[in-house]
């Protein structure tokens, strides 16, 4: 608690995709186009925090996910994990740091080996890295079962993926990422495809598990209802770079950008009482192989001034740790 | 204003499967007056795909309507011979699915997608007619006309989702059914097709059901929700009611497990296990294996649907012995 080392900090960070050019497109021919995926994006993590990564599709968030725990090797920029340049290490170097830091994916009965039982694909971390016999990893994997719900442990054990119900293969993916005892958790959309009473499940369970394996939580999700009860922080993403972060009371009571209050202000709230009276803003969202000029949001921005189309506004304190990312803040 | 435009009465539906009968929909009623929106409310599994289907009667085989009646306008559409369902499928009643790029032909442009529908049910129609009026209803989209001659591809998500509603909306139907119309779209988008909609009930004087398990959704756009589970309704009241005054265990449960931006919630309510199969329906009420308030009777007696404020009806046992001001 008292060290200041951030668990994770991320500085800089750029990913760049290349689109093969189409050779049948007269307009193009000739280049290839880059995606600007995630466009210089900086943020840290304290031990035991919960920050959201909020956005539309396309934001850059599950791609600075991926990064985080180099799924991925960034363009540019350097990802530190208690103080280590992840970028910077070799394969087997990475390859050890690995249990430290786990990803539970959206689709849970994608992210499971449909012939490997819920049992064995939770063990297989623990067979992989060789740890204790293998009657030692099937008590340890029963007792993970027993602290995600997955009750009766020695029924489920043997059973596989198209045999138990979305909401347990979703618990199956969290006991997996458990098995190695990691620090980190990033969770992409875990609870996107559950149904509305198993989300709240899942939810409650990500929480209990955070405090009793003192967890760090790196939480991306489009839905800012689910991140407002989730998180201690949230950082607001459009096309590849942050435009807003701060805590989760800052951002949601006192958002600054002008994109982070049309957000807010588009989410259906689950009471008639409160339906939405503000305009929208206008269009969709940009292509990211050609943002717009200067801030990314201008052409949508109900604010935009000329000044808006020059120059990439840089995320500035608004006070307290909240920073923004808008000229006119 | 208040005359009912489709009147659901006492609706089954079976799918015979190998090991017995599914019965997905089970004695279900529902009213919605024109004009109005009426939200079907409930998770996967609930059978709220299923009655949206069975209104159009596009239930697919071997599933059938087992019982019951879909009264539009007075025409029962359960036992309408197959080619006046025809006239009325598209023509007075309009469907508006949950995937836009899965139901659009990604080899027909956006105009032909219009055409093949104005060809159905006006063979006679011309060419610049038919551009006439494919221009217009792009228009009410907030769509350029020009856009007519992409491919589904060429548009994002949200305006293929227009598309959708603008091929149901072309013949000018009274009935629109959407079926959780906005899954696939991003926040802002989505905040755009409900104004959207809005907008054209208006215009049009549209009666929309609307099928979803996003409650956000359904309290920015339904007059009256009618709550299912395991293929029957457990409560049917106005929006207002259903968020603030919901009687069934059920719609209680679900409403407090969905996060809220506007309140700071320390907890979610959980609601533990899943609802029953419905090959072998529990005898009793359905969600008495997960209900918080389940007494002896609910295992044994299925709870009837009951009107117990004016224009607020629910199935459950509880019910008049909690609210006190209902006590009898």
């Known amino acids: 608690m008292a060290n200041d080392t951030p668990l994770l900090e991320v500085t800089d960070l750029v990913k760049e995709f290349t689109v093969r050019k189409n050779p049948f497109d007269k307009v193009l021919a000739g280049q290839d186009l880059k995606v600007h995926a995630v466009d210089g994006v900086s943020f840290s993590l304290k031990k035991g925090e919960v920050l959201g990564l909020a956005g539309e599709s396309g934001s850059g968030k599950s791609t600075t996910g991926r990064l985080a725990l180099r799924l991925l090797d960034p363009t540019d920029g350097s990802v530190k994990f208690e103080g280590t340049d992840l970028t910077t290490l070799k394969a087997e170097e990475m390859r050890l740091l690995r249990p430290r830091m786990q990803m539970v994916f959206q689709d849970p009965l994608s992210s499971l080996s449909p012939r490997m039982t819920i049992g064995a694909a939770i063990r297989h971390g623990l067979d992989i890295h060789n740890l204790g016999d293998k009657k030692d990893r099937d008590d340890k994997v029963k007792t993970l079962m027993e602290s995600v719900g997955l009750t009766p442990a020695d029924f489920l054990f043997k059973k596989y993926p198209h045999q138990i119900s979305g909401g347990q293969a979703q618990r199956v993916v969290i006991a997996r990422a458990l098995a190695l005892n990691p620090d980190f958790i990033v969770a992409d959309e875990p609870i996107a495809m559950a149904d509305v009473s198993v989300r709240a499940l899942i939810m ?21 209802a689910t991140a407002k009860y989730l998180c201690d922080r949230v950082a607001v993403m459009y096309l590849g770079r942050i435009v807003e972060i701060g805590t989760k009371d800052e951002v949601f009571r006192h958002p600054h950008h002008p994109y982070t209050k049309a957000l807010l202000n588009a989410v259906p709230v689950p009471d008639p009482a409160r339906r939405r009276t503000h305009e929208l803003p206008r269009g969709e969202i940009p292509s990211a192989v050609f943002p717009p000029s200067g801030c990314h949001f201008h052409p949508r921005c109900p604010f935009a001034v000329p000044a808006c189309q020059e120059a990439r506004p840089p995320l500035r304190d608004v006070g307290g740790g909240h920073r923004s990312a808008c000229i006119l803040n | 204003m208040n005359d009912v435009l489709l009147r659901i009465e006492d609706l089954s539906i079976d799918y015979p499967i190998a090991i017995g009968t599914v019965h997905a929909v089970r004695g279900v009623s529902l009213e919605v007056p024109t004009g109005q929106t009426l939200g079907i409310v409930g998770e996967s599994g609930s059978g709220k795909s299923t009655l949206g289907l069975s209104i159009l009667r596009l239930v697919r085989a071997p599933g059938k309507i087992s019982g019951g009646r879909v009264l539009f306008e007075g025409l029962d559409l359960a036992s309408l011979p197959e080619h006046e369902m025809r006239r009325v499928r598209g023509k007075d009643i309009a469907m508006v699915f949950q995937n836009p790029l899965t139901s659009l032909n990604p080899l027909m442009r956006i105009d032909q997608h219009f055409f093949e529908v104005l060809k159905a049910h006006k063979p006679d129609i011309k060419r610049p007619e038919a551009l006439t009026l494919i221009g217009g209803i792009l228009t009410d989209l907030g769509i350029e006309e020009g856009r007519m001659r992409a491919y589904p591809h060429q548009l994002s998500g949200g305006m293929r989702q ?5 091929l149901g909306l072309i013949l000018r139907p009274k009935l629109v059914i959407c079926d959780e119309p906005t899954t696939a779209l991003d926040v802002i ?25 996003n409650l956000g959704l359904v309290a920015e756009l339904a007059d009256r929700i009618a709550v299912l589970y395991a293929g029957q309704v457990v409560e049917d009241a106005t929006a207002q009611d259903i968020f603030h005054e919901p009687l069934h265990p059920y719609t209680q449960g679900l409403i407090s497990c969905v996060p809220n931006i506007d309140l700071d919630q ?16 529990p005898v009793g009420c359905a969600f008495a294996p997960r209900c918080p308030k389940v007494m002896g009777r609910c295992r044994v007696q299925e709870p009837e649907l009951i009107e117990h404020r004016p224009g607020h009806k629910a199935a459950c046992w509880r019910i008049g012995q909690e609210a006190p001001h209902h006590g009898e």
């Not at chain 2, 227009?162 to 603008?166: A, D, E, Q, S, T």
């Open chain 1, 204 to 224: 409650e369970l990500l929480k209990k598990l955070k405090d009793d394996h003192d967890l760090t939580y790196l939480f991306i999700t489009h839905d800012l």
């Open chain 2, 162 to 166: 227009r598309i959708m509603i603008g």
């Open chain 2, 266 to 281: 320390e907890k979610l309510t959980t609601m533990e296990g899943s609802p029953p199969g419905l090959v072998d329906p």
């Open chain 2, 189 to 213: 988008v989505e905040a755009g097709f409900i104004d959207l909609l809005k907008r054209l009930q208006k215009d049009f004087n549209l009666t929309i059901v609307v099928i979803t398990h």
